[in-house]
T-cell receptor, first 113, second 112 residues
Framework: GQQLNQSPQSMFIQEGEDVSMNCTSS?????WLWYKQDPGEGPVLLIA?????ELTSNGRLTAQFGITRKDSFLNISASIPSDVGIYFC?????????????FGTGTSLTVIP | NAGVTQTPKFRVLKTGQSMTLLCAQD?????MYWYRQDPGMGLRLIHY???????AKGEVPDGYNVSRLKKQNFLLGLESAAPSQTSVYFC???????????FGPGTRLLVL
């Protein structure tokens, strides 16, 4: 299957610091999505990106769709304790055989008060 | 408005047993999805449906079957469970393709 390489695997940061994580692939994607998952719950969509080069913000979160369509990054500014969780990137491919969705392996974020 | 619900929340099966996981959504979404989540593997798409009566294979469909007899329900079946199917299963739905997917709380399945 497709590989979405997400890094870093885990992060431990001080409250107030900025966070950056990224996702890369050898395939070209049509859509990039970023999700957050809290323990014991399903993922919740944070940001969706639909065009190469697109830069979108959602509060303290900013994400970009890479120009090559093979990567995306997510930044969190001024982190707070409730930012703790696992962040997943996801990519969508449109194919003749049907649309396919792939998730990255996740970045576990710990915010130290 | 409950969003996406999944039953059961937790189940233990013996190898070879069968079971069906139920996903229900009350948002009138056309698209529904079944994923499995394993440690270090992220979420992998098993099957999805683009509307009532239609299903399609995802990334890891082997060993699973699905049915979408009603728009609000998406069933995931395991005919003969194997230990490799021990996982957390998430259902999701979206109004259109590429739009926000809303996830259920997950079903934790242990196959002994």
């Amino acid at each position: 299957g497709q590989q979405l390489n997400q890094s870093p695997q885990s992060m431990f940061i001080q409250e107030g610091e900025d966070v950056s994580m990224n996702c890369t692939s050898s395939s070209i994607f049509n859509t990039w999505l970023w999700y957050k998952q809290d323990p014991g719950e399903g993922p919740v969509l944070l940001i969706a990106l639909y065009k190469a080069g697109e830069l979108t913000s959602n509060g303290r979160l900013t994400a970009q769709f890479g120009i090559t369509r093979k990567d995306s990054f997510l930044n969190i500014s001024a982190s707070i304790p409730s930012d703790v969780g696992i962040y997943f990137c996801a990519g969508q491919l449109f194919r003749d055989t049907g649309n396919q969705f792939y998730f990255g392996t996740g970045t576990s974020l710990t915010v130290i008060p | 408005n409950a969003g996406v619900t999944q039953t059961p929340k937790f189940r233990v099966l013996k190898t070879g047993q069968s079971m069906t996981l139920l996903c229900a959504q009350d948002m009138n979404h056309e698209y529904m999805y079944w994923y499995r989540q394993d440690p270090g593997m992220g979420l992998r798409l098993i099957h999805y449906s683009v509307g009532e009566g239609t299903t399609a294979k995802g990334e890891v469909p082997d060993g699973y079957n699905v049915s979408r007899l009603k728009k609000q329900n998406f069933l995931l079946g395991l005919e003969s469970a194997a230990p490799s199917q021990t996982s957390v299963y998430f259902c999701a739905s979206s109004l259109n393709l590429g739009e926000t997917q809303y996830f259920g709380p997950g079903t934790r399945l242990l196959v002994l």
